[in-house]
């Protein structure tokens, strides 16, 4: 056993919590991300502290709120003074970790001219292209040029939008002429699988982050017609009146039927990035350092899927499928794992999952982040503090909304005003209750509980420069 295990975080893009076989979501095959869920905890209540990709990315590995980072959106760019310096990469390699991070990190906006670095403390770093402001030791354009430009010519040829989710013909999809093999995530994923059996002799920390299934729904030729059509589950058709109806026309013309075939395609990919992520449990094993590894699968966000109307997709919003995601922790058994094969209600955040690392590790510094080591759940002991709300932010049109999420209750402050729903009645938030006088109680528990939450951060930020050697002052000492 060792006495600072490994930490792996294996991550998807916009994937929706529910999305998983352990999750029994239709016929949707999930064998590697199954098993951790068997040798784990699953944790079924989990929400982003942000969304969409780059803030939630801060968000986990900083373990801070956005409103703490200063990043709320895809265009917020830090400039390298700013980064945390307890952030995950460089918390972990001043420890003596060897450490990596495999495939799309966003981390600071592609569009933004900066110079590049190890800003964020990963000594190897290889990803699907060249991502701004890093120094990347390879990556799959270089590798694979050829491949890269075919791809990129393909998607074009299929109308497909250069960010991916920005119309209807990314969200439909098409079936490639490249097999699972010859595409991004299979090479991100194969080069975290060679980093483990390249320091398989001292501890280390890997980040392998997948691009898919975010959108566009492109789907490897070997894995076309994996799931049919009309046999995947979809969400009940809406209710007239929705506040956020008019949000979505960049993704008009779509039938029930187009969004069995869009489903179809999604689940596609998350089987996908499982065979994916597969490769790195499988270097684990043949490196004996599974039992002993901490493991944890998540996603950096949702994806509402169709979940409020056909025109309904992505994640620039509050609503349940785009905050909520998936969370798989697999402990190191020396943690405990009385728990491994169950499920977890309790409120919990991507800000949880560093102060979580940090204390499997035995490394300082999870006192000083708001989140909430999850560390005791694994054995069956309660958590240091349990929140009464989950906190998702989102910054629209240069305004600050929130999500406040409880067990049964969920308060919006969104660009259509107060919303309220009873999770407990009404899990798909179709019925808006803030308009309600009964509802003026509720929603002040939710203003009360986001305050409190607030207070903790302030609190343990106060903390942060009292832990210092001290000696006798002297203002005229020479």
Same mark, same amino acid.
């Given at each position: 056993?060792?006495?600072?295990?490994?930490? *792996?975080?294996?991550?998807?893009?916009?994937?929706?919590?529910? $999305?998983?076989? &352990?999750?029994?979501?239709?016929?949707?095959?999930?064998?590697?991300?199954?098993?951790?869920?068997?040798?784990?905890?699953?944790?079924?209540?989990?929400?982003?502290? #942000?969304?969409? &990709?780059? @803030?939630?990315?801060?968000?986990?590995?900083?373990?801070?709120?956005?409103?703490?980072?200063?990043?709320?959106?895809?265009?917020? &760019?830090?400039?390298?003074?700013?980064? @945390?310096?307890?952030?995950?990469?460089?918390?972990?390699?001043?420890?003596?970790?060897?450490?990596?991070?495999?495939?799309?990190?966003?981390?600071?906006?592609?569009?933004?001219?900066?110079?590049?670095?190890?800003?964020?403390?990963?000594?190897?770093?290889?990803?699907?292209?060249?991502?701004?402001?890093?120094?990347?030791?390879?990556?799959?354009?270089?590798?694979?040029?050829?491949?890269?430009?075919?791809?990129?010519?393909?998607?074009?040829?299929?109308?497909?939008?250069?960010?991916?989710?920005? &119309?209807?013909?990314?969200?439909?999809?098409?079936? #490639?002429?490249?097999?699972?093999?010859?595409?991004?995530?299979?090479?991100?994923?194969?080069?975290?699988?060679?980093?483990?059996?390249?320091?398989?002799?001292?501890?280390?920390?890997?980040?392998?982050?997948?691009?898919?299934?975010?959108?566009?729904?492109?789907?490897?030729?070997?894995?076309?017609?994996?799931?049919?059509?009309?046999?995947?589950?979809? @969400?009940?058709?809406?209710?007239?009146?929705?506040?956020?109806?008019?949000?979505?026309?960049?993704?008009?013309?779509?039938?029930?039927?187009?969004?069995?075939?869009?489903?179809?395609?999604?689940?596609?990919?998350?089987?996908?990035?499982?065979?994916?992520?597969?490769?790195?449990?499988?270097?684990?094993?043949?490196?004996?350092?599974?039992?002993?590894?901490?493991?944890?699968?998540?996603?950096?966000?949702? %994806?509402?899927?169709? #979940?409020?109307?056909?025109?309904?997709?992505?994640?620039?919003?509050?609503?349940?499928?785009?905050?909520?995601?998936?969370?798989?922790?697999?402990?190191?058994? #020396?943690?405990?794992?009385?728990?491994?094969?169950?499920?977890?209600?309790?409120?919990?955040?991507? $800000?949880?999952?560093?102060?979580?690392?940090?204390?499997?590790?035995?490394?300082?510094?999870?006192?000083?982040?708001?989140?909430?080591?999850?560390?005791?759940?694994?054995?069956?002991?309660?958590? %240091?503090?349990?929140? %009464?709300?989950?906190?998702?932010?989102?910054?629209?049109?240069?305004?600050?909304?929130?999500? +406040?999420?409880?067990?049964?209750?969920?308060?919006?402050?969104?660009?259509?005003?107060?919303?309220?729903?009873?999770?407990?009645?009404?899990?798909?938030?179709? +019925?808006?209750?803030?308009?309600?006088?009964?509802?003026?109680?509720?929603?002040?528990?939710?203003?009360?509980?986001?305050?409190?939450?607030?207070? *903790? $951060?302030?609190?343990?930020?106060?903390?942060?420069?009292?832990?210092?050697?001290?000696?006798?002052?002297?203002?005229?000492? @020479?």
């Amino acid at each position: 056993m060792r006495a600072h295990p490994n930490v *792996v975080i294996l991550m998807n893009d916009q994937h929706s919590h529910d $999305v998983l076989g &352990c999750a029994g979501f239709g016929p949707l095959r999930t064998p590697a991300l199954d098993r951790l869920a068997a040798d784990g905890v699953r944790f079924t209540q989990a929400t982003c502290a #942000s969304t969409p &990709c780059l @803030p939630s990315r801060h968000n986990l590995l900083h373990g801070l709120y956005a409103f703490q980072t200063g990043a709320y959106t895809n265009g917020h &760019c830090l400039s390298v003074d700013e980064i @945390p310096s307890l952030t995950m990469g460089r918390v972990f390699r001043d420890a003596g970790y060897r450490t990596a991070a495999c495939g799309k990190m966003h981390l600071f906006p592609y569009s933004t001219r900066m110079e590049r670095g190890s800003h964020f403390g990963f000594d190897y770093r290889v990803g699907h292209f060249h991502e701004t402001g890093e120094t990347m030791q390879s990556h799959f354009v270089r590798e694979h040029r050829d491949w890269a430009e075919a791809a990129w010519q393909e998607r074009e040829a299929h109308g497909i939008s250069k960010g991916g989710d920005g &119309c209807t013909a990314d969200y439909l999809g098409y079936v #490639s002429e490249f097999p699972l093999a010859q595409c991004r995530d299979w090479y991100s994923a194969g080069k975290a699988a060679e980093f483990v059996e390249n320091n398989a002799d001292a501890p280390f920390l890997l980040v392998c982050s997948l691009i898919d299934p975010h959108a566009p729904h492109v789907v490897p030729k070997d894995l076309a017609g994996l799931y049919a059509p009309e046999e995947v589950p979809l @969400p009940p058709a809406p209710p007239d009146g929705l506040p956020d109806a008019s949000d979505y026309e960049q993704f008009a013309g779509l039938s029930r039927d187009d969004l069995k075939t869009v489903v179809a395609r999604h689940m596609a990919l998350v089987s996908a990035t499982d065979a994916c992520h597969a490769r790195v449990l499988d270097a684990l094993d043949r490196a004996g350092l599974y039992d002993e590894t901490l493991v944890v699968f998540l996603a950096d966000h949702g %994806e509402l899927l169709g #979940s409020r109307g056909t025109k309904a997709f992505s994640k620039y919003n509050l609503y349940g499928q785009a905050i909520r995601v998936p969370l798989i922790v697999k402990p190191p058994k #020396s943690l405990g794992a009385s728990q491994a094969g169950t499920t977890c209600d309790a409120l919990v955040s991507l $800000v949880d999952v560093l102060p979580t690392a940090l204390n499997a590790a035995s490394l300082p510094g999870a006192g000083q982040l708001p989140g909430i080591d999850l560390g005791p759940l694994f054995s069956g002991r309660s958590p %240091e503090r349990e929140r %009464e709300a989950a906190i998702t932010e989102y910054r629209r049109q240069s305004r600050l909304f929130y999500a +406040v999420r409880g067990r049964e209750w969920k308060y919006i402050h969104g660009p259509h005003g107060e919303e309220l729903y009873h999770l407990a009645e009404d899990p798909r938030e179709f +019925v808006n209750l803030a308009v309600r006088p009964e509802a003026r109680e509720r929603i002040a528990e939710f203003k009360s509980a986001l305050l409190e939450e607030y207070r *903790v $951060v302030f609190d343990r930020t106060a903390n942060k420069a009292l832990g210092y050697e001290r000696q006798e002052w002297d203002f005229l000492a @020479p």
